[in-house]
C-alpha cells in the first residue's frame, strides 16, 4: 500500500517544525480559556450519555457502534481508554483527547511545510487563525465531541497538502483513525478524484487513496442507511438561504466595520487565488493545484452543511450560532490555507491578508464562558459540577448518576455520565457508611434545623432556605455527599450552597433538576472544611432562561421526548415539600 518505514532519519530532524510551532498552538488554543477550573467540568452533552455510556455497557464492541448516522472511531477509542482507568480523571483524558486532533492539524501542516514552500512564520499564523477563528463557541476546540471536526480538518489538510514522501505507517493509521471518525472522508471523495485527475500520482499514494474512499464508503452508507437523513421538504425560501450564505461568507459579522473586513479580505483571497493559478503554473504540479483542492473541499463541505441544515434550521445556519458552529471549522481552515499560502510571494498580499484575517479573528473572538447557575443559564452556559466529589461518592454509590455540561431542565436528565464499576473494578456497597439526618419544622431565615443520629417524622415544610449544621460531622473531610429523599408539589431546580453563617457565595453552590413527587436528590461537592454550615433551596422552580426557551421549541421539545425526557414550563419558585430523609456521607 505503499508504507514508509518511519523509522529512517531521527525524528526530530523530520518533525523539527512540528516543535517550533507546537508551543504557539497550544498558547493560541490556550486563549480560548477563561477559567482553569473549566477543565474538571470538561465532560459536555455526547461525551456522557453517549461515549461514557457506550464504553461502560458495550466495551470493546462500542468502537464500531454508529452514533447520529456514522462513525466515531477516534472518540470511541478515547472513552474506552479513559474506562480502564480511575473516574475521578475521566475529564482530564477527554480534555486531552479533544486537543490532540488540533495538534493533529498542526503535524500535517508543518510536516508538508517545506514542500509547499511555507516557512514558519507563515504557518504560525495559519495555525493560530486556525486557532482563534470566528465561531460561536470554543467549546468546538477543547470538547471531546466535536473534535472529530478538527480531525477531518487535518484529513482534508493531509489529502490537500503536497509531499514527496510515502506514507509512513503512523500516516496510515491517523488515516484510518480520521477517515472512520466523522463524514469527512465521503466529503474528501470527491477531492481525492481532482487530485488523481491532475496528478497521476497512485504509485506514490496509494494508501491515501486506498483508505479514505473504502471508509468514506462505509461512512456514507451509514449516513445513509441511518434515519438521519430527513424526509421533509428542503427550505423553499429564498431569504433564508441567502441569509445562511451571507452569514457564512461574512464569517457571522453582523456591524458594518466586520463586514466590510470580510468582504475585503474575499475580495483579496480571489485576487490571491487567481493570481496564483495563472502566474504559478510552472511549480511542481503538487504544490500548484494544492489551494485549488483546498477549494473543492471547502466547497463540498459547505455543500454538505447546507444540505444537511436545508430540511428544518437553514435560516439558523450560522458560525456565531452555538449549533452550527463546529461545521464551520473544516471550510473556515481551508479558506485561511488558501489566502495565506496563494498570498505568501507577494510581500503586500501577505501583509494584507494577515492584518485582515486578524481583524475578522478578533472581532468575533470567543473563549470558554464563564461559570452560571443552571437554572439562569443560556443554552451551552457551564456550571461547576464537581466532577471529582461525585466520582467518590460513586464508589459508595454504583447506581448515581453523575450531571456534566450542560445542564438543562430536563427529567430524566440527559447530559449525564454514568460508571458501571467503580476505580478496582468492583461494585459500591450501594450505602456506604451515612449520618442519618433528620428535621424539625422550620420556617424562612436562618433558624436552621437540628440533626440527630436516630430517625425522627417527617415535616412538612414551608419552603424557605433550610440549614444543615453538620460541624460534628465530617469533621477531617473536604469532600462530602447530601442524599436527601424528599416530596415536592412542582418539578424545578434544587440548589445547595456551603459555607459559613452569611457567607454563602455563587461558586460555592451546585444545583440539579428534579421531577414533581417523590425524588432522591444528590448532591456532592468539595468543600472547606471551615463550611460548616450547609443552605438548602429545595424549590428553586423553573425561571425562564435562555435553555428554557430552546427546549420549549416545538421541534426540539419533539426531539428530546424520543429519549423520554420531559421538558417544562416556566415554573414560579416555592411550593409544598416534605423532607422523609437526609444522609450525610463523608467521601474522604
Known amino acids: 500500500m505503499g508504507f514508509h518505514n518511519m523509522n529512517a532519519g531521527p525524528i526530530f530532524a523530520r518533525t523539527r517544525s512540528f516543535w517550533l510551532i507546537l508551543p504557539i498552538a497550544v498558547v493560541a488554543l490556550a486563549l480560548r480559556v477563561e477559567d482553569i477550573s473549566f477543565v ?75 514542500r509547499s514552500g511555507i516557512d514558519h512564520h507563515l504557518i504560525a499564523l495559519l495555525v493560530i487563525a486556525i486557532a482563534l477563528q470566528p465561531i460561536a463557541t470554543a467549546c468546538s476546540f477543547l470538547y471531546l465531541t466535536p473534535s472529530f471536526f478538527l480531525l477531518g480538518t487535518a484529513l482534508a489538510f493531509y489529502v490537500c497538502l503536497p509531499s514527496h514522501k510515502p506514507t509512513s505507517l503512523l500516516e496510515g493509521l491517523f488515516l484510518v483513525v480520521a477517515s472512520l471518525s466523522g463524514p469527512f472522508s465521503s466529503v474528501l471523495i470527491p477531492v481525492l478524484a481532482v487530485r488523481f485527475a491532475a496528478l497521476r500520482d497512485w504509485a506514490s499514494r ?33 431569504e433564508h438561504w441567502l441569509h445562511a450564505l451571507g452569514s457564512s461568507i461574512l464569517f457571522g459579522a453582523t456591524n458594518r466595520i466586520t463586514c466590510a473586513t470580510a468582504v475585503l479580505f474575499w475580495c483579496v483571497t480571489l485576487l490571491s487565488f487567481v493570481r496564483w493559478i495563472l502566474v504559478r503554473r510552472r511549480l511542481d504540479p503538487a504544490i500548484w493545484i494544492s489551494p485549488t483542492l483546498a477549494a473543492v473541499a471547502a466547497i463540498v463541505m459547505l455543500f454538505v452543511i ?46 494584507t491578508t494577515t492584518c485582515l484575517t486578524s481583524a475578522i479573528c478578533a472581532a468575533n473572538f470567543l473563549t470558554i464562558p464563564q461559570v452560571n447557575a443552571p437554572s439562569t443559564a443560556d443554552v451551552f452556559s457551564r456550571a461547576h459540577l464537581q466532577w471529582t466529589a461525585y466520582a467518590k461518592f460513586q464508589k459508595l454509590k454504583p447506581d448515581l448518576v453523575i450531571p456534566i455540561n450542560p445542564q438543562w431542565p430536563l427529567y430524566p436528565p440527559l447530559w449525564t455520565a454514568q460508571r458501571i464499576e467503580d476505580d478496582e ?10 449520618i442519618r439526618l433528620t428535621s424539625k419544622e422550620t420556617k424562612y431565615g436562618e433558624a436552621g434545623l437540628e440533626y440527630l443520629r436516630e430517625s425522627a417524622p417527617s415535616a412538612k415544610l414551608a419552603l424557605g432556605p433550610i440549614y444543615f449544621d453538620i460541624r460534628d460531622y465530617c469533621v477531617t473531610s473536604n469532600y462530602i455527599a447530601l442524599e436527601i429523599k424528599i416530596w415536592r408539589r412542582d418539578m424545578g431546580w434544587a440548589k445547595i450552597s ?14 440539579r433538576f428534579y421531577l414533581e413527587g417523590y425524588s432522591l436528590m444528590q448532591f456532592a461537592f468539595r468543600r472547606a472544611r471551615s463550611d460548616y454550615l450547609i443552605r438548602l433551596d429545595p424549590a428553586g422552580g423553573v425561571p425562564n432562561s435562555g435553555a428554557l426557551r430552546f427546549l420549549n421549541q416545538p421541534d426540539i421539545k419533539s426531539f428530546f421526548s424520543r429519549f423520554g425526557t420531559i421538558a417544562p414550563n416556566q415554573i414560579d419558585p416555592g411550593g409544598e415539600a416534605k423532607i422523609e430523609e437526609a444522609r450525610l456521607f463523608c467521601l474522604d
Open 40 to 114: 474538571e467540568d470538561s465532560l459536555f452533552a455526547d461525551d456522557g450519555y453517549v461515549f461514557i455510556k457506550h464504553a461502560n455497557e458495550l466495551g470493546i464492541r462500542s468502537v464500531w457502534a454508529a452514533y447520529a448516522g456514522y462513525h466515531h472511531l477516534y472518540i470511541r477509542i478515547v472513552a474506552l481508554f479513559a474506562r480502564s482507568l480511575p473516574l475521578a480523571i475521566t475529564p482530564y483524558i477527554f480534555l486531552f483527547g479533544a486537543i490532540v486532533p488540533f495538534l493533529s492539524i498542526v503535524y500535517v501542516l508543518t510536516t508538508r511545510a517545506e
Open 206 to 238: 496509494k494508501a491515501m487513496y486506498t483508505i479514505v474512499p473504502i471508509c468514506g464508503m462505509i461512512q456514507a452508507i451509514s449516513i445513509v442507511v441511518s434515519p438521519r437523513i430527513s424526509k421533509s421538504a428542503l427550505d423553499a425560501s429564498t
Open 306 to 351: 447546507a444540505m444537511a441544515s436545508g430540511y428544518a434550521a437553514i435560516s439558523d445556519l450560522n458560525p456565531m450560532n452555538d449549533i452550527f458552529a463546529r461545521y464551520f471549522i473544516f471550510p473556515y481552515s481551508l479558506i485561511f490555507y488558501i489566502a495565506f499560502v496563494c498570498a505568501k510571494d507577494d510581500m503586500v498580499l501577505k501583509l
Open 425 to 434: 473494578g468492583e461494585l459500591g456497597s450501594g450505602d456506604g457508611a451515612y
Open 498 to 511: 456551603w459555607g459559613t453563617p452569611g457567607s454563602f457565595e455563587s461558586r460555592k453552590s451546585l444545583e
